[in-house]
């Protein structure tokens, strides 16, 4: 079994930044895809990030030039640093991770999830 914690989360105004981090315990994940998600109030589902055991990321199209995903594989965490956050990024937050290795993490299936951080962007 393993676990996962986001921290971060908040209200921010529109244009402002937030720093997510999410810290797994009892499993190391530094060979496998870890990964972004957010579902926004209308439980609209969208993967955000993934991170790679390298460091090498893919970003939804929405929020390329704007979100940094990278990752601390000593520490076994995964970051994403949001700036000029705009009212439809608000939405819960979710880590995931897998536990396969793969060529690359398009389409990877992540089986470990984190509760989930709720980021708040007001106009």
């Known amino acids: 079994q393993g676990q996962l914690v986001e921290f971060g989360g908040g209200s921010v105004q529109a244009g402002g930044s937030l720093n997510l981090s999410c810290t797994a315990s009892?499993?190391?994940?530094?060979?496998?895809?870890m990964g972004w998600f957010r579902q926004t109030p209308d439980n609209e589902r969208e993967e955000v990030a993934t991170?790679?055991?390298?460091?090498?990321?893919n970003y939804a199209e929405d929020v390329k030039g704007r979100f940094t995903a990278s990752r601390d594989n000593a520490k076994n965490t995964l970051y994403l640093q949001l700036k000029n956050l705009k009212p439809e990024d608000t939405a819960m937050y979710y880590c995931?991770?897998?536990?396969?290795?793969?060529?690359?993490?398009?389409?990877?299936?992540?089986?470990?999830w984190g509760r989930g951080t709720q980021v708040t962007v007001s106009s």
């Open positions: 995931a991770a897998g536990r396969r290795q793969v060529y690359d993490c398009l389409n990877y299936e992540y089986n470990v």
């Open positions: 009892g499993y190391w994940y530094s060979k496998f895809c």
């Open positions: 991170v790679d055991m390298r460091g090498r990321t």
